[in-house]
């Protein structure tokens, strides 16, 4: 019987939709408890499972791409719990074409309407790139491939960029990546119709905070790139 009535609130919660404004709030506000030491850890406890089990389905929030780094799990940055995301992660954010299915996927079967891209900062992967636009030597095999894509990302970062080079190479890499995506074939429909946004986002190590690229007005894609402008939500 405990379990029967724990797991209510949580079932109806499966089936509760959001906007993409919301899911940000959803989303910052579970970063500051990471971040300030005081994460809840939602939606983890027996209830959950068997609410998720019960269901047969997922309904996610939210789509995350994210770094394969072992340092950034989304779930814990968000202070998210079971069914809550809807993950991707590769090194670079590098969207080969099983990522990219695996995008349109959680955009079109499960709805979310909110695409986060979550680079990070020290990303190796990032790094390797640096180094090989530096040495002109991309290394071979499938890091090679890695590297190769996150080169066409950073090519127009300048090599006297003011502080960290590396880290706006990570920026900057995110930022190409989110672009790329509202192009791509089941994602870009939905851009256009407005059911889905995509948006980079910057998580800093030292810091466990993360920060939307798409609010500085550098980033926000313009009338340029042929999908609607994506202004940042009125948070409270």
Known sequence: MAIAQRAAPERAALTTGHTADRVRVLLDEGNTRWRTFAPSRPNQGSGRRRALWEAESE??????????????????????????????????QVPDSSVAGSLVHGARELATPLLVVLGHSHCAAVGEAVDARRSGRVPEGH???????????????????????LDACVRANTVYVADQL???????????????????????????????????????????????????????
Not at 201 to 215: C, F, M, N, P, T
């Open 59 to 92: 309904n996610p929030m939210a789509t995350v791409l994210g770094c394969a780094d072992s340092r950034v799990p989304p779930e814990m940055l968000f202070d998210r719990g079971l069914g809550d995301l809807y993950t991707v992660r590769a090194s670079g």
């Open 143 to 165: 890091t090679g491939f890695l590297v190769e894509g996150i080169l066409d990302a950073i090519e127009g970062v300048p090599d006297d960029e003011p502080g960290d080079f």
């Open 182 to 236: 509202r192009h791509e074939p089941g994602l870009r429909e939905r851009v256009h119709s407005g059911e889905l946004r995509i948006e980079p986002a910057h998580y800093s190590l030292k810091r466990s905070r993360v920060e939307w690229l798409g609010d500085l007005p550098e980033n926000r894609p313009g009338p340029e790139t042929g999908v609607p402008q994506q202004s940042p939500p009125n948070t409270p």
